[in-house]
């Protein structure tokens, strides 16, 4: 399907954030859908951090006062030739950096489930990468700190090769709940198979992260017979290709030790008993013990409770269709454990109505206030995600591909407030001499609100740096003009908070090469020199800034710093 339709209009490119800088997408970006998994699938590049090459959103609607403030995780899976691979966070925050990139990472080929949960009290960033292979996944999981530094990488016990990609969840108590998928051989005659067929049973590992422990472990075919799947067994049911009957793809815990869990091929929610494995009951399927009103699922996906002790709410996405001939969409269902009824309170769809096939996902916002929190979708194996308040009212709506050649498996929103990104890497600094700009970035630091130039005549602990411009952070590159300064051989530059502390310092640059300094190279504005007496003029007028000697970039050159996030597109 096409979605760059003309039923909706581009606001804006993203990543260019100037609004005379604004390119139309729709002109200079190829979304020819028919190319599947081509390298047309646009991406963003940055002279500055040359490494990276994240996707290049299209922003079809935000509503500015609706939207929440925070950042988006999510794992791009394209093809090798899409540029577009690994983890990612972007800034979907209201204001000027609506949609910039906060980090990627090119070390990660394919990641999913990508997100922001806490381990031993610390914000983390948590996924699963590996390799793909028939709707499931052969890998391992992933917690990185805040400094995106891996600190923790598993597999599921006893089945080192067998780390789904469905799910990975950590609990309150620093235990992980991932899925795997089990070749078993067994009779499947009720299935239409054969006597001694094969198929993947679906199952679920609950493990202690720090000891590697087992907790506990379920699997479907103990408890869940063959012909309660909707899927047709087709050619599939030998050793080459067992039949996936079950398709687990969700598991969290509530507050009692009980699962719940979602498969995909039986249509059903399952709650488990998280002693005996017994299933307490089934929701929707072909043996549902609940009365289903206006809420008929199909492949879903996501079945997570809005509140684990509360249990009056369950919200899932729902895939729908097996061809093109409807939506998906996100579900808010009011759950009654006693009467036994399941019901539809809220739809989620975006402005197109897209039909996503496999994967997407549905999050509350403010879980604890369903009445008038946002929601949150991704749209899975289609490359959208879409931001609504509490009614299903589309707030914003954001395409990051060409349909059908990337996916995310899922995507998160977490308050901006949740997430402190201070990388150990120095930031990045371009500097082309025979132009008059320096380009500036740092992949994953969250921090940077002023990003100030130096030059001097020296690489080395003699160096004398003289501030020669500064200006507010633009969005994941920024580019400060330079032209007038009086440039010495090397520049490089400072990275300065709201505080104006120091977050962190650029190599040295001649244009052609990098010098790494030690820290006694440190810039300072105590130098002598029109710079510095600058920069006491200006703080004298702005307290906030007197401490790190931010000066003002009028002052410097006399003219105003232009500034401008950059990002090129790549097609
Ligand atoms: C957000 O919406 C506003 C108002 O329609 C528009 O001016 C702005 O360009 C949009 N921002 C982006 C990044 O698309
Ligand atoms: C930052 O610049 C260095 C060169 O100094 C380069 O090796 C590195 O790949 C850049 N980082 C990114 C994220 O592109
Ligand atoms: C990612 O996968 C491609 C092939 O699919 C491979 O060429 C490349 O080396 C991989 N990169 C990493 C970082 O694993
Ligand atoms: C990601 O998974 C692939 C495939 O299993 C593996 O080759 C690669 O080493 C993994 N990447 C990292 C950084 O562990
Ligand atoms: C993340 O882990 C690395 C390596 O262990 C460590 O150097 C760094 O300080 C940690 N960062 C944070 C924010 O904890
Ligand atoms: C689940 O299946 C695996 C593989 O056959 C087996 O080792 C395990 O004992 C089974 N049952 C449970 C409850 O883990
Ligand atoms: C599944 O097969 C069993 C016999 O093995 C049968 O009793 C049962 O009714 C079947 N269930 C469905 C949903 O077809
Ligand atoms: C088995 O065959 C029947 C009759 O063709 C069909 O209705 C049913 O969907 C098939 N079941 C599976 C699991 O393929
Ligand atoms: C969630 O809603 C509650 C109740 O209205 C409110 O107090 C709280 O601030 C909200 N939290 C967020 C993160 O918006």
Redesign the pocket.
């Known amino acids: 399907m096409l979605s760059f339709s003309t039923s909706r209009t581009v606001a804006a490119a993203v990543g260019i954030l100037a609004a005379s800088q604004v390119v139309s997408a729709i002109d200079s970006v190829s979304f020819d859908s028919g190319t599947y998994g081509s390298e047309e699938t646009p991406y963003q590049t940055y002279t500055s951090s040359p490494a990276l090459t994240p996707p290049e959103l299209l922003i079809y609607s935000n509503t500015s006062d609706a939207i929440t403030d925070g950042y988006v995780f999510f794992g791009v899976d394209g093809t090798s030739d899409s540029g577009q691979m690994g983890p990612c966070i972007f800034d979907m925050s209201p204001g000027d950096r609506l949609g910039t990139l906060v980090w990627t990472s090119p070390d990660y080929n394919k990641t999913f489930d990508v997100s922001l949960q806490t381990y031993k009290g610390e914000p983390v960033i948590t996924f699963w990468n590996g390799t793909l292979l028939d709707g499931f996944g052969h890998g391992s999981y992933y917690i990185l700190n805040q400094s995106y530094n891996e600190i923790v990488h598993f597999s599921p016990v006893g089945y080192e090769e067998y780390g789904d990609l469905h799910e990975f969840r950590i609990t309150d108590d620093d235990t992980a709940l991932v899925t795997l998928y089990i070749i078993k051989q067994g009779d499947l ?2 299935v239409n198979g054969t006597e001694d067929g094969y198929f993947y049973d679906g199952a679920f590992q609950e493990i202690d992260i720090e000891t590697g422990e087992l907790i506990f472990m379920w699997n479907s075919s103990d408890h869940v ?4 799947t909707y899927n047709e067994i087709g050619s599939a049911g030998d050793e080459t290709t067992p039949f996936d009957y079950f398709h687990i793809n969700s598991v969290t815990k509530d507050v009692e030790g009980n699962y719940l869990i979602s498969s995909r091929t039986t249509w059903t929610l399952y709650k488990i008993n998280g002693t005996t494995g017994d299933i307490i009951w089934r929701l929707h399927g ?2 549902s013990d609940f009365t289903v009103t206006d809420a008929d699922f199909k492949w879903q996906h996501n079945a997570r409770w809005t509140d684990t002790t509360a249990q009056t709410h369950i919200s899932i996405f729902d895939n729908q269709g097996t061809n093109d001939d409807t939506y998906s969409r996100g579900m808010l269902l009011a759950i009654d454990q006693d009467a036994m009824t399941a019901e539809l309170v809220t739809e989620f769809h975006n402005g197109d109505s897209t039909w996503s096939m496999y994967e997407g996902n549905l999050q509350c916002l403010n879980c604890s206030n369903l009445d008038s929190g946002n929601w949150f979708m991704g749209y899975g194996n289609q490359p959208y995600f879409t931001e609504y308040s509490a009614d299903g009212t589309v707030v914003m709506d954001v395409q990051f591909a060409v349909d059908n050649a990337v996916n995310s498996y899922r995507a998160y929103k977490y308050p901006k407030t949740s997430w402190v990104g201070k990388p150990t890497t120095n930031p990045n600094i371009s500097w082309d001499t025979s132009a008059e700009g320096v380009y500036f970035s740092w992949n994953g630091a969250t921090e940077v609100e002023t990003w100030e130039v130096y030059t001097a005549d020296e690489a080395d602990s003699t160096a004398t740096w003289t501030q020669v411009a500064s200006g507010a952070r633009a969005g994941f590159e920024t580019l400060l003009d330079i032209s007038g300064a009086d440039l010495s051989t090397y520049v490089r530059g400072k990275a300065l908070d709201a505080d104006g502390n120091i977050l962190g310092l650029t190599d040295a640059t001649d244009g052609t090469s990098f010098y790494t300094l030690a820290d006694e190279s440190t810039p300072t504005t105590s130098s002598s020199g029109s710079a510095s007496s600058d920069a006491a003029a200006a703080s004298s007028t702005d307290d906030d800034d007197s401490a790190a000697g931010i000066t003002a970039p009028s002052t410097v050159f006399g003219g105003v710093a232009l500034v401008a996030a950059v990002a090129a597109l790549v097609m």
């Open positions: 005659t009720t017979a063959l012909n309660e072909r043996n």
